[in-house]
């Protein structure tokens, strides 16, 4: 006799997950971080190096520097940037969507370190003199742009302008405060001062004592230049100097394109599955897919509950999680129809099939687990996006296609409703021993 209990359990169980889903989905989907190859954008990878004689590169340095980065990639108005240290003494920043790569190095790598000399090079005052964060841009009488500045110590300025002013303004012009951004041992102001392309800022002269705390700083500044200015100096200077070892960037079409044939490559071999799945295990087949469409919306709402950034690479590793997905289900019904071949009623044959596989799906999937995980803790960049969706998939596998699977298949089974048709379950009655 059929118990209608369990089925009525089966069906409402299905609908109330369907309606999580169907609710669950848009959100998920739109809160997904995708990354550079899906997106486009800029990735570059630096080597960390001393600022000065003597400084460690160790993990405080590293993360003081990616702080630093952080600060500079706010500019940027990147919302989703990833910055990794690397093999403790590199760092990979991937910025999503930027198209101005010229504009992103130079606010990533510059040091922004700002200094005022005198025409010997002689350090007369640097950035820590300055308030923080109150650099703007402004223009001058001729319409052109500057940057202004505000200084901690007004009387610490003029006694520089009036030592400067001291220095005779004629015949080699030696009354300068010349304004360096990154000085370098071996820079010289008279070396540069007659080259069209000179290192330093500017060079103003200074006639007199300026008891002041404003600052402005002119020159033949673009208003991208200008601009490029005021936000390093308001980011704050690196501690560390930083040398690019690699970059790549993917145009935005690129990027939209690569998801598109993705997804659609994805719908395809999913499709595939589940057609599979149908066609050889009818009923249990069946019950794999409904749970492999639960594994991906799970997987998908722990992805992006984790803020991972989804990549190429992390894509590939949900479908293969799916092919893994479908690998426990298929092993565990072939437990059951081998069972059933042997004469087993079907409740039987379910319980000794669940038994009998379980053993064999914990191996496979804890063997990939480690092999994740090994990726994960070597790996960089995209292995390591590749890994988190590889490690969540066996994870999830086990609550969908092991237990979920065994739940709605148990309902039905308990329900007696497929005690005659064993058919339902890929196996046909000739099989069956006993039945020749």
């Given at each position: 006799?059929?118990?209608?209990?369990?089925?009525?359990?089966?069906?409402?169980?299905?609908?109330?997950?369907?309606?999580?889903?169907?609710?669950?989905?848009?959100?998920?989907?739109?809160?997904?971080?995708?990354?550079?190859?899906?997106?486009?954008?800029?990735?570059?990878?630096?080597?960390?190096?001393?600022?000065?004689?003597?400084?460690?590169?160790?993990?405080?340095?590293?993360?003081?520097?990616?702080?630093?980065?952080?600060?500079?990639?706010n500019v940027l108005g990147v919302s989703e940037p990833n910055i990794s240290i690397e093999n403790g003494n590199r760092i990979r920043v991937q910025l999503p969507g930027v198209k101005n790569?010229?504009?992103?190095?130079?606010?990533?790598?510059?040091?922004?370190?700002?200094?005022f000399r005198d025409y010997k090079d002689r350090l007369m005052m640097d950035g820590s003199d300055l308030k923080p964060g109150k650099a703007k841009v402004a223009f001058d009488e001729m319409?052109?742009?500057?940057?202004?500045?505000?200084?901690?110590?007004?009387?610490?300025?003029?006694?520089?302008?009036?030592?400067?002013?001291?220095?005779?303004?004629?015949?080699?012009?030696?009354?300068?405060?010349?304004?360096?951004?990154?000085?370098?041992?071996?820079?010289?102001?008279?070396?540069?001062?007659?080259?069209?392309?000179?290192?330093?800022?500017?060079?103003?002269?200074?006639?007199?004592?300026?008891?002041?705390?404003?600052?402005?700083?002119?020159?033949?500044?673009?208003?991208?230049?200008?601009?490029?200015?005021?936000?390093?100096?308001?980011?704050?200077?690196?501690?560390?100097?930083?040398?690019?070892?690699?970059?790549?960037?993917?145009?935005?079409?690129?990027?939209?394109?690569?998801?598109?044939?993705?997804?659609?490559?994805?719908?395809?071999?999913?499709?595939?599955?589940?057609?599979?799945?149908?066609?050889?295990?009818?009923?249990?087949?069946?019950?794999?897919?409904?749970?492999?469409?639960?594994?991906?919306?799970?997987?998908?709402?722990?992805?992006?509950?984790?803020?991972?950034?989804?990549?190429?690479?992390?894509?590939?590793?949900?479908?293969?999680?799916?092919?893994?997905?479908?690998?426990?289900?298929?092993?565990?019904?072939?437990?059951?129809?081998?069972?059933?071949?042997?004469?087993?009623?079907?409740?039987?044959?379910?319980?000794?099939?669940?038994?009998?596989?379980?053993?064999?799906?914990?191996?496979?999937?804890?063997?990939?687990?480690?092999?994740?995980?090994?990726?994960?803790?070597?790996?960089?960049?995209?292995?390591?996006?590749?890994?988190?969706?590889?490690?969540?998939?066996?994870?999830?596998?086990?609550?969908?296609?092991?237990?979920?699977?065994?739940?709605?298949?148990?309902?039905?089974?308990?329900?007696?409703?497929?005690?005659?048709?064993?058919?339902?379950l890929g196996v046909k009655r000739r099989d069956i021993r006993g039945n020749e």
């Amino acid at each position: 006799m059929v118990k209608k209990g369990p089925i009525f359990s089966f069906f409402a169980l299905i609908i109330v997950l369907g309606i999580i889903i169907g609710f669950a989905v848009n959100p998920i989907i739109h809160r997904v971080n995708l990354g550079l190859d899906l997106k486009g954008g800029f990735e570059v990878l630096y080597q960390v190096k001393p600022l000065k004689a003597g400084q460690k590169i160790d993990s405080d340095t590293m993360s003081n520097a990616v702080a630093a980065i952080n600060k500079r990639i706010n500019v940027l108005g990147v919302s989703e940037p990833n910055i990794s240290i690397e093999n403790g003494n590199r760092i990979r920043v991937q910025l999503p969507g930027v198209k101005n790569e010229k504009r992103a190095r130079q606010l990533l790598s510059t040091t922004a370190k700002l200094e005022f000399r005198d025409y010997k090079d002689r350090l007369m005052m640097d950035g820590s003199d300055l308030k923080p964060g109150k650099a703007k841009v402004a223009f001058d009488e001729m319409n052109k742009p500057m940057v202004t500045l505000q200084l901690k110590d007004p009387e610490k300025f003029a006694n520089v302008t009036k030592k400067i002013s001291s220095y005779p303004s004629i015949p080699n012009r030696d009354n300068v405060l010349v304004i360096w951004m990154d000085y370098k041992k071996g820079d010289s102001y008279q070396k540069e001062v007659g080259k069209k392309n000179h290192k330093f800022i500017s060079d103003p002269s200074v006639t007199s004592e300026l008891n002041t705390s404003d600052v402005q700083i002119t020159g033949s500044f673009t208003m991208q230049e200008a601009t490029t200015l005021k936000d390093l100096l308001n980011s704050g200077s690196l501690p560390v100097r930083m040398d690019e070892i690699y970059s790549t960037s993917v145009g935005a079409q690129f990027g939209q394109d690569s998801m598109k044939e993705t997804i659609y490559a994805g719908a395809l071999a999913i499709a595939a599955i589940m057609l599979f799945m149908l066609a050889f295990y009818r009923l249990g087949g069946l019950i794999a897919n409904i749970t492999l469409v639960i594994y991906m919306a799970i997987v998908m709402g722990v992805f992006v509950g984790l803020q991972a950034v989804l990549t190429l690479p992390g894509i590939a590793a949900m479908i293969l999680g799916i092919g893994m997905a479908v690998d426990a289900n298929i092993i565990t019904l072939e437990r059951i129809k081998d069972e059933l071949r042997g004469g087993k009623s079907v409740l039987s044959a379910f319980k000794a099939g669940n038994h009998r596989a379980l053993p064999t799906v914990v191996d496979a999937n804890l063997t990939t687990i480690i092999a994740a995980a090994v990726l994960f803790v070597l790996g960089v960049s995209a292995v390591k996006g590749f890994a988190v969706m590889l490690l969540i998939s066996n994870v999830v596998t086990f609550l969908t296609s092991v237990y979920g699977a065994r739940l709605l298949l148990g309902l039905l089974v308990h329900s007696r409703v497929l005690n005659d048709h064993p058919w339902l379950l890929g196996v046909k009655r000739r099989d069956i021993r006993g039945n020749e």
